[in-house]
């Protein structure tokens, strides 16, 4: 597995050719190279860029010539797990030729990883489209644009094709779609709204969650916007706009500035951060747990630019009904409070 400098691209087919080869469209030439590969699929793939010859992406009628080094590259490391397609039930919001919204459920993780064999969103979407030839290439994650969290529930942007996937890719890229979140965490807010600014990097300790460092020290950039929708008095319910994507963004800024996500075991949000020491009250706050058995987070809508038409593609979701309830629950909290 081989890492390109320039691009930060996977190498995962390497051929140099033969001294002996006649002028030969690159298509032709790897259809005769890889097995279990369409013609389409490799046309596709130089289409978006991920041939490379020499170093140089290069379009499907190149003819290649001896000595040249054929390369094909793509965004994530080749294929370690085997995704097996597997007749889960998904909840599709939008499907058209070039991509499928998918309303993640909480507890399902996104894609195969070592622990998680089977059962995963790719799983699932391996079956639903198994005539697709992205889903049946060597791609680590097929078609995955952007990831949530096992327990994190909600949008998810899904590309059917290879060209599909770039334009999309890039888009989170260069921090053009809207992404917002919906979140209970613990604690009041002085202001209506903020902005949290630090680096995201691997937890020097704990390599499962993530931390905030200084500028410049470790780790990448990382921007959310938050603005309070509702107090209750010991928590509350915020929206969050991610400006940037990184792994664990909203659950380590929120954590960083004193404010952990509602039962998010891993950033200290499952215990009981703030309120009363009565009895009575740490029941209340427990069964809300019980209702809630995983971190308070749920990625409510998702605006793009649709990579093939253009026109402006917004979505959003309901919040599911176990982040519902705890919600209703410390509502009639705080309304009981006052009476």
Request: proline share 4%; aromatic share 10%; charged share 25%.
């Amino acid at each position: 597995m081989q890492e390109t400098e320039d691009n930060k691209l996977f190498e995962h087919f390497k051929y140099i050719v033969d001294p002996g080869q006649s002028p030969l469209r690159i298509d032709k030439y790897l259809f005769n190279k890889i097995e279990n590969i369409s013609r389409h699929r490799i046309q596709e793939t130089a289409k978006s860029g991920n041939i490379l010859v020499n170093e140089t992406a290069v379009k499907s009628n190149y003819k290649v010539k001896p000595g040249d080094v054929v390369s094909i590259v793509f965004e994530y490391p080749p294929r370690e797990i085997e995704i097996i397609p597997e007749n889960i039930p998904i909840n599709i919001v939008y499907e058209d030729d070039d991509l499928l919204l998918v309303n993640k459920q909480p507890g399902m993780v996104v894609h195969p990883s070592y622990g998680h064999y089977s059962g995963t969103l790719l799983n699932a979407l391996a079956y639903h489209l198994r005539d697709n030839e992205l889903f049946k290439s060597d791609d680590n994650r097929p078609g995955l644009i952007h990831r949530i969290d096992k327990n994190t529930s909600g949008i998810l942007l899904i590309a059917k094709t290879e060209e599909a996937k770039m334009k999309l890719s890039k888009q989170f890229f260069d921090r053009t779609t809207s992404r917002r979140y919906i979140a209970l965490v613990w604690g009041n807010f002085e202001e209506e709204e903020g902005t949290i600014t630090g680096h995201i990097g691997r937890n020097l300790k704990n390599r499962k969650i993530m931390d905030v460092f200084p500028e410049g020290e470790y780790g990448k950039h990382a921007v959310t916007h938050y603005k309070v929708i509702e107090r209750y008095g010991y928590v509350s319910q915020i929206e969050c706009r991610l400006e940037t994507g990184r792994t664990h963004q909203i659950r380590a800024h929120m954590k960083h500035i004193g404010h952990p996500l509602f039962n998010d075991e891993e950033y200290g949000g499952d215990r009981i951060l703030k309120g009363t020491t009565f009895t009575k009250y740490k029941q209340f706050v427990q069964n809300c747990f019980n209702v809630l058995p995983r971190q308070a987070l749920h990625a409510k809508s998702l605006g793009f630019v649709h990579p093939t038409t253009g026109k402006d593609m917004f979505f959003d979701s309901d919040i599911p009904n176990d982040m519902a309830v705890a919600i209703e629950r410390w509502q009639n909290y705080v309304k009981n409070r006052e009476l």
